[in-house]
């Protein structure tokens, strides 16, 4: 697995289950990327601020992103 399906995966991820052999696969590329691994723990707020701007909320974002 590359970055770019690991991303898209993470991407997919928010928006359906995956199947078993995508989660083993992304797991396995996470333990051996760090900007993957550092994009998975960005994920969660960058789905966030965009469902905020989605609903017209883009003057502040909710929350603080993860460091």
Request: net charge neutral; glycine share 4%.
């Amino acid at each position: 697995m590359n970055c770019q399906h690991a991303t898209q995966l993470m991407s997919e991820s928010q928006e359906r289950a995956l199947l078993l052999p995508e989660k083993v696969g992304l797991k396995f590329h996470l333990m051996m990327c760090s900007g993957c691994k550092n994009f998975s723990v960005q994920l969660p707020f960058l789905s966030q601020v965009m469902k905020a701007y989605a609903q017209g909320q883009d003057e502040a974002p909710p929350t603080e992103p993860p460091k």
